[in-house]
């Protein structure tokens, strides 16, 4: 169900299936979308497990703030609210390096940490990703938001993605588009502490990329297993026909993929 929490002077939209004593999940979004990216993961998994989708900030239903912030932190906070002391975490993209930051701050209470096409520390900064970061500047810049929206769904979506998906994308995208320039000056997001090393990481971890993700981002993840020396289980998987957003252009297939690794290593 649909709600929200106020952590540490912010309140976050939340979507919460409150399901009476079934281990927590925690759902991070991609920076292109929001928690609406869940929707058939957290149609799947209740009752089997209590999932939880915040709206990071700048995404959705939560406004960008003011201030700093670390999204990491923020997350730990709002489960910290609700009194849930162990959980699995699910990242999407820039989720998953959320995910890896708050597995790496809190290790004990991660029990597992399923990556789909994720963000992380050392993420090539190269000529084709800056080229298509200062084309989205330039085109919000402009206040040609539709230009900017299909731009991310051109690049980030596969060829297999079906028109409401694609429309799914565009919807989410603008929002966050819109909740990010009405933000005042001095918002932004930080590492409180300074970054936490891949190694501090002990969860098990799945890692999944996908076929028609970016090639800066199928390296990533191919080598992300051997960087996270201090889990205690990793798996690595390519799931076919999907493109940066497996859990909306491949939902059944992801939700089995996640559903069957929680099931290994989540009681």
Known sequence: ????????????????????GAPAVV????????????????AALPP??????????GFGDTPLGGTPHDDARDVLALLDGLGIDRFAV???????????????????????????????????????????????????????????????????LGPGADASVRDGVVRMQRRAYEVQLAA???A??????????????????????AAHDLPEFRALAAGLPARLTGARDTEYVDIPASGHLPSMERPEETTRLVRDFLGRHVK
């Open 90 to 156: 699910v990242g999407s993209s820039y989720g998953g390096r959320v995910a890896l930051r708050l597995a790496g701050l809190v290790p004990e209470r991660v029990q597992a940490l399923a990556l789909l096409c994720p963000a992380a520390p050392g993420l090539a900064g190269t000529e084709a990703l800056e080229a298509l970061d200062a084309r989205e500047e330039e085109l919000v810049a402009a206040g040609d938001l539709d230009g900017a929206c299909a731009l991310m769904v051109e690049t980030w």
């Open 27 to 42: 759902l991070l979004h991609s920076s292109i979308c929001d928690r609406r990216m869940w929707a058939p993961q957290l």
């Open 1 to 20: 169900m649909g709600c929200s929490r106020t952590i540490r002077g912010m309140t976050l939209a939340l979507t919460d299936t409150a399901t009476p």
């Open 184 to 186: 005042p000056e001095g």
């Open 188 to 209: 932004g997001r930080t590492e409180e502490g300074g970054p936490v090393p891949l190694s501090a990481v002990t969860a098990p971890t799945l890692v999944a990329t």
């Open 48 to 57: 089997m497990y209590r999932c939880l989708a915040p709206d990071l900030r």
